[in-house]
């Protein structure tokens, strides 16, 4: 997850697979029993993938230009 997140600046792709590390991050505090954290990842995992989709509706305009 964390060289995901280190490489987001690179491809928007890497947001995305910041956004899937965060939802398996979220499975496994749910089923070890520490939902908070399972709350918080899921969370993380939202915002990541709002930022791929904008991200990657500003990368595709910026290629038909």
Do not use: N, Q
Not at 34 to 52: D, Q, T
């Amino acid at each position: 997850m964390m060289v995901f997140y280190a490489l987001e600046d690179r491809h928007p792709g890497f947001i995305l697979a910041f956004a899937a590390a965060c939802v398996a991050s979220s499975a496994y505090g749910f089923l070890a029993g520490a939902w908070p954290f399972g709350v918080v990842e899921l969370v993380w995992s939202v915002v990541a993938a709002r930022r791929w989709w904008r991200e990657r509706s500003l990368t595709s305009r910026r290629r038909k230009r």
